[in-house]
């Protein structure tokens, strides 16, 4: 146990608000994650969020974040597009890799990480730190326990409203678009819930008439168990809520996806209340990570779940097209 007394050093790629706001101030509060460096293009920018969080080093090119010894491990929370390509140069410069959801813009893009992880022998694994998060593992014990009876449907809202054109969420060429931005979230949601994948999805977006993304998306997906619904969107008002339906009961989650650490998270069995201590689902997440590597053990949310959770995505997205169910892996899958 010597080794545990160790903290992983991360590098961060890009100044993304979702790393500076959120991610590494909470992994700065780990027990075994410590932010060593941090890089931007833009060197200046770099230089002031590694001032303002007291990040060490700073780097105004990833390349030189890649080839810095002393940093064990890259989290990447760049843009949809640049997941693949930046996980793939950190990989093969000796990093472990946490990427930011979704982990790529299709499945295949995911097999070639499952491929370059297996090549270089490092630690790879999708930024879902709601899966982390104690009021998704108690759900998913309570559904496991029977205390719901049998899992019969996982419902989702999600939304917010973004319509600002510079925006990465509203560029379709890097990725955007309600389904990959937050669509994902509900996916992996049911999967987690059912411990199944789905059978076949179906489902319907509406494009905005000028980015082009999907910016009202609705999906179901039949499970061999039940099935999930969820809708989610960039232009609605901003609400997220999840409903876990069961025989003899159900679950509400209240904040399933961003849930606030600066107070309990609330989930209601049967409309009884059940509090969660408060607690920081991305300090949970990197330092899950971190013990993943300082053990050798498996991180928290692995390549082939992502590749899963990819899958329903891309066939969701060939639904809206074909206007037909679809079979998460089929375009995969060599013709007959």
């Known amino acids: 146990m010597g080794k545990m007394a160790a903290k992983i050093r991360?590098?961060?790629?890009?100044?993304?608000?979702?790393?500076?706001?959120?991610?590494?101030?909470?992994?700065?509060?780990?027990?075994?994650?410590?932010?060593?460096?941090?890089?931007?293009?833009?060197?200046?920018?770099?230089?002031?969020?590694?001032?303002?969080?007291?990040?060490?080093?700073?780097?105004?090119?990833?390349?030189?974040?890649?080839?810095?010894?002393?940093?064990?491990?890259?989290?990447?929370?760049l843009p949809n597009h640049l997941h693949v390509p930046w996980s793939v140069r950190a990989a093969r410069a000796g990093k472990h890799v946490l990427c930011e959801k979704p982990i790529a813009m299709s499945a295949g893009e995911a097999r070639e990480l499952i491929a370059v992880r297996e090549e270089s022998g490092v630690k790879m694994g999708e930024a879902f730190m709601a899966r982390t998060h104690p009021q998704w593992l108690r759900a998913r014990e309570l559904v496991r326990s029977g205390a719901i009876g049998e899992l019969r449907v996982v419902a989702m809202l999600f939304s917010y409203s973004n319509t600002d054109a510079a925006n990465v969420r509203n560029i379709a060429d890097w990725g955007g678009g309600a389904l990959m931005d937050i669509g994902c979230y509900p996916i992996t949601f049911a999967r987690m819930m059912f411990g199944e994948e789905p059978a076949r999805v179906i489902g319907s977006l509406e494009r905005d008439p000028n980015f082009?993304?999907?910016?009202?998306?609705?999906?179901?997906?039949?499970?061999?168990?039940?099935?999930?619904?969820?809708?989610?969107?960039?232009?609605?008002?901003?609400?997220?809520?999840?409903?876990?339906?069961?025989?003899?009961?159900?679950?509400?989650?209240?904040?399933?996806?961003?849930?606030?650490?600066?107070?309990?998270?609330?989930?209601?069995?049967?409309d009884v209340l059940e509090e969660m201590p408060r607690c920081d689902q991305y300090t949970i997440q990197g330092d899950l990570f971190s013990r993943a590597i300082l053990e050798n053990g498996e991180v928290p949310v692995t390549l082939e779940d992502a590749l899963r959770n990819m899958e329903t995505i891309d066939a969701i997205f060939r639904s809206a097209k074909s206007g037909a169910w679809e079979t998460p892996g089929d375009a995969a899958k060599p013709a007959a």
């Open 212 to 270: 082009h993304t999907d910016r009202l998306t609705s999906a179901i997906l039949e499970f061999p168990s039940g099935r999930a619904v969820f809708t989610c969107s960039t232009q609605l008002a901003a609400y997220q809520r999840a409903q876990i339906m069961g025989t003899r009961g159900r679950i509400e989650i209240e904040i399933p996806v961003n849930a606030p650490p600066e107070k309990p998270a609330r989930i209601f069995v049967n």
């Open 10 to 77: 991360w590098g961060v790629l890009g100044v993304a608000r979702i790393a500076t706001a959120k991610v590494i101030p909470a992994m700065q509060r780990g027990e075994f994650s410590e932010i060593a460096a941090i890089a931007s293009r833009d060197g200046s920018k770099a230089r002031e969020a590694a001032e303002r969080l007291g990040i060490a080093r700073w780097y105004g090119s990833y390349e030189e974040l890649m080839d810095d010894r002393a940093v064990d491990a890259i989290y990447n929370p």
